[in-house]
């Protein structure tokens, strides 16, 4: 065969597939938090990963408003600064602001609208906590305090044998996982290059990282803990996470909107990150927990969850005793306690993803954003204070 019909029969056509691979499945990941992009990313991820539809409440809980406006100020590092120079100086795409129940504040900026499904990263890991309180609620988990090898024998030869469920909850499961995101030879970031570049399932990914710490002794912030509790979730309830979440949580609170889970190529749940939603049924999870678990008119988390959940068990999981880079902020059953907490937890996401409950307020803050840095910085930081001066304000007037 001559070498020109070679090149035009078999070479051709493998190029040009290729190159068909990399515009519509490869480049759009690896390009994903590209400043040029990283704005309409974060409301449209369905367009880059798989995913799964979580179906809204048949009939929704719909918000009361009392709309006022808003420019509070506040002090941070010496300095008197003001809610609109913060938004705009880091990113924000949609705030919203809940006292008693009411929407006092909604406001959204760069194209984002209240019926975008805007990602959440990390806030994601407090809805998996919500879920594993509903399952030991419904028998489906004895205890927190049993080994996670108990339901997954397959982790006997990771870090993870004799490891506690709790001790996962808390982040100190011990296991030898680098979260550096900034570093592209993480594991974290070689974990989805194997996800979405090799083709290779979740459930695979997990069985081989060893320990570093003994378990319960040392908080580490790592995502693999949260894969693990959502794998277990669908090995106790033999649902889909998406299912079993849609059924005891989206629907019974009221949400008004579907939203949709990030999955592997194989249909298996992203828990560490996945969930994408519209910021009011975010603040509908953050209600469901400002009350205790019981909302639109049903008990939905167990009441000592929530309370268990959010209250520092251990010296080092207390505000003040974690390292600089989590700005000593305290940590519990996959929620964040800031220093000088009177009783106020948030979840948190990186890009400036956040849902701050204030129950000795009645307050519920939620934002979104696509800030500049995917590191915890000192945006959390202020962005609490922010919160805590609005709810301030709100109970003065």
């Not at 990914?205 to 570093?212: A, C, R, T, V």
């Not at 277990?232 to 019974?252: H, N």
Request: some cysteine; hydrophobic content about 40%.
């Amino acid at each position: 065969m001559p070498i020109v019909n070679f090149i035009l029969i078999f070479i051709v056509p493998l190029i040009a597939i290729g190159l068909i691979i990399w515009r519509f499945y490869l480049e759009p990941k690896i390009a994903m938090f590209d400043d040029d992009r990283r704005v309409k990313n974060f409301r449209s991820m369905d367009q880059i990963f798989p995913t799964k539809i979580i179906h809204c409440a048949g009939q929704p809980y719909i918000f009361q408003t009392d709309l006022c406006d808003l420019n509070t100020s506040y002090q941070f590092q010496g300095e008197t600064r003001t809610m609109l120079d913060f938004l705009e100086r880091t990113g924000n795409t949609g705030i919203l602001i809940l006292k008693d129940d009411f929407i006092i504040y909604e406001n959204y900026s760069q194209g984002y609208t209240k019926f975008d499904k805007i990602t959440s990263w990390s806030v994601a890991k407090s809805f998996i906590s919500a879920l594993i309180g509903i399952a030991i609620d419904e028998g489906y988990i004895d205890s927190i305090d049993e080994h996670i090898t108990q339901y997954m024998p397959e982790l006997k030869k990771s870090g993870y044998n004799n490891v506690t469920i709790k001790h996962i909850l808390q982040m100190s499961s011990g296991i030898k996982f680098s979260e550096a995101y900034e570093d592209k030879n993480s594991d974290l970031s070689r974990l989805l290059y194997k996800l979405f570049l090799y083709m290779r399932p979740i459930e695979k990914m997990i069985l081989n990282y060893p320990s570093k710490f003994p378990s319960g002794d040392y908080f580490e912030y790592v995502s693999l803990n949260t894969q693990i509790l959502g794998l277990l979730l669908r090995r106790v309830t033999g649902q889909d996470m998406v299912s079993y979440l849609e059924k005891k949580l989206w629907q019974p609170m009221g949400a008004e909107s579907d939203a949709y889970w990030l999955t592997d190529n194989y249909g298996t749940e992203i828990t560490f990150c996945g969930m994408n939603c519209t910021l009011r049924d975010y603040a509908k999870f953050g209600l469901v927990y400002l009350h205790n678990g019981y909302f639109n008119g049903k008990q939905i988390i167990p009441k000592n969850w929530v309370k268990e959940s959010t209250i520092p068990e251990y010296p080092h999981l207390q505000p003040g005793a974690t390292d600089e880079r989590y700005f000593k902020w305290g940590y519990q059953h996959h929620w964040w306690i800031p220093e000088g907490s009177l009783g106020d937890y948030c979840a948190t996401g990186a890009w400036g993803q956040y849902i701050y409950i204030n129950p000795e307020k009645n307050f519920v803050g939620v934002k979104t954003g696509s800030s500049n840095s995917i590191l915890r910085t000192i945006d959390d930081v202020e962005t609490v204070a922010l919160f805590r001066a609005i709810a301030d304000e709100l109970m003065d007037n």
